[in-house]
């Protein structure tokens, strides 16, 4: 059963890309986003979506394949909770991917417009948005690593830890 709003909304506070974030900031995206509930097969995003949102995942999952100039491509990433994406529109660049929820999902969507005005008001925010793209940027690097192993069993060992972002900056997230 997906969590109640304030639920999510906690959830993502305490846990995930967020959570290392200036609080000021966290309370203040949670406040400008919107729950959405999707069932399995719904889309989080679409490739070359403009301007839309971005969203932070409360609970269930997402899959991301690459949507612009990638017909039939396979998964090439998991959203787990307290994953944020679909960031890339705030930078003027359009989505790369498609999303979609493969069980029943819960997030956060912050519409574009919302997160432009806090981050006007408030530039020294624009680092917090920095560090949850640095975070999806280090977590493809590894995965692209892992898939370089020669030896097939490490490979896969390292393929499903960096797509379930099983590999944080020491141990603690294995």
């Not at 912050?110 to 530039?123: I, Q, S």
């Given at each position: ?95 790369m991917g498609d999303g ?75």
């Amino acid at each position: 059963m997906p969590p109640a709003d304030p639920d999510a909304r906690s959830f993502l506070a305490r846990n995930g890309m967020l959570a290392p974030c200036a609080a000021d900031f966290v309370a203040a995206i949670l406040a400008a986003g919107n729950i959405r509930h999707l069932e399995p097969g719904q889309p989080i995003q679409h490739a070359s979506d403009g301007e839309t949102g971005f969203w932070g995942l409360a609970c269930g999952q997402g899959i991301y394949y690459p949507g612009l100039n990638s017909p039939g491509a396979a998964t090439s990433m998991l959203a787990l909770p307290g994953d944020w994406g679909g960031l890339a529109p705030l930078f003027g660049e359009p989505r790369m991917g498609d999303g979609v929820a493969t069980v029943p999902t819960t997030l956060l969507w912050v519409p574009l417009h919302r997160a432009r005005k806090l981050l006007a008001d408030n530039p020294g925010w624009w680092q917090c948005i920095a560090w949850l793209m640095a975070l999806w940027t280090r977590r493809a690097f590894l995965l692209m690593a892992d898939l370089q192993v020669a030896d097939s069993r490490a490979r896969i060992a390292g393929v499903l830890l960096s797509l379930t972002d099983r590999r944080r900056f020491g141990n603690e997230g294995l």
